[in-house]
């Protein structure tokens, strides 16, 4: 079954490790919203 392949959760894991895996997606998108609002301040300057 489908359920036996999904190992079980771990109990009792410290917040700071669930934090420290979000750092990255977190930076990257943050990063992403950055390039794209200069992008978009830099296109319209002109205008």
């Known amino acids: 079954m489908v359920i036996d ?3 079980p959760a ?3 894991a410290p917040l700071r490790e669930g934090l420290h895996r ?3 997606p ?5 990063l ?3 390039v ?3 992008v ?3 296109s319209v300057a002109g205008d």
Do not use: D, K, Q
């Open 32 to 34: 992403g919203n950055l």
């Open 22 to 24: 979000l750092v990255p």
């Open 10 to 12: 771990r109990t009792g």
């Open 5 to 7: 392949l999904v190992p």
């Open 40 to 42: 978009a301040a830099h």
């Open 36 to 38: 794209t609002w200069l």
């Open 26 to 30: 977190v930076v990257a998108w943050l």
